[in-house]
């Protein structure tokens, strides 16, 4: 299993704007307490994509190419578990962002299975609680500038990895709604596009990757 050594020790300060940023644009840390409510922001929800040509259409395309082999060796594996990891954050913003902008209906049902750590979802699941029944919503989505791996942890359990990413995050194009469909005003002031440190844990077989650890830097902009 994971060493305790990349448990997080510290409360975590958490993006909603991965899906909710609420009013001041920003996630803020008082005395080392997240405050959900002072965040505001939405994951990027997914790009739409040229329609695909069917094989009918081409009749000399080439056939797909076969699966790759799954990985073996040590570096096979730590670069797998790495684009993993990567792929599932930004998923994670993909289905944020659907949840903010359909007014945070069947939050709990789409973004529990993302979250691995309670100091993430205690905080969260209070504040998309408390979105859904003001009938608040978003438009657009946030996007990730770019991703950059600063730590990667594996256990001799097979399955057990963590990946600590650092990320830039841009909320310029998020917008959010109070239910009769004024506009709630970003903070004067709050920065659009900061970083944020992450902790992607993968808990073993058959489970996906969750967010373990999550810190916004709206000190730090990107």
């Known amino acids: 299993m994971v ?11 958490v993006l909603i704007g ?4 609420a009013v001041a644009g920003f996630a803020v ?22 329609p695909s040509v069917s094989a009918s259409a081409s009749p000399s395309a080439p056939p797909p190419p076969a699966a790759s082999p799954s990985p073996t060796t040590p570096e ?3 670069a797998k578990n790495i684009a993993d990891a990567k792929a599932r954050l930004v998923k994670y913003y993909e289905t944020t962002a659907q949840v903010a902008n359909n007014g945070y209906r069947d939050w709990n049902k789409k973004l529990d299975p993302f979250w691995g750590h309670p100091d993430v979802w ?4 209070t504040s998309y609680a408390n ?16 991703m950059r791996v600063v730590n990667y942890e594996q256990s001799a359990e097979e ?6 990413i650092d990320a830039c995050i841009d909320f310029s194009q998020v917008r959010n709604f109070s239910n009769d ?10 920065p659009t596009r900061y970083q944020f440190e992450y902790v992607m844990s993968h808990p073993g077989a058959n489970r996906f990757w969750t967010v373990y650890e999550q810190v916004p830097h709206p000190e730090q902009a990107c």
């Open 29 to 50: 840390v008082r005395s080392g307490i997240f405050e959900p409510d002072t965040v505001q922001g939405a994951i990027p929800g997914p790009g739409s994509s040229s």
């Open 18 to 21: 991965v899906a909710v940023i």
């Open 3 to 13: 060493s305790s050594a990349i448990t997080p020790t510290r409360t975590i300060a």
């Open 159 to 164: 399955g057990f990895a963590e990946v600590s």
């Open 181 to 190: 469909g004024e506009v709630i005003p970003r903070q004067a002031g709050a």
């Open 122 to 125: 205690g905080p969260l699941s």
């Open 131 to 146: 979105l859904d029944a003001e009938g608040q919503y978003t438009t657009g989505a946030a996007s990730v500038e770019s």
């Open 76 to 78: 096979q594996i730590k």
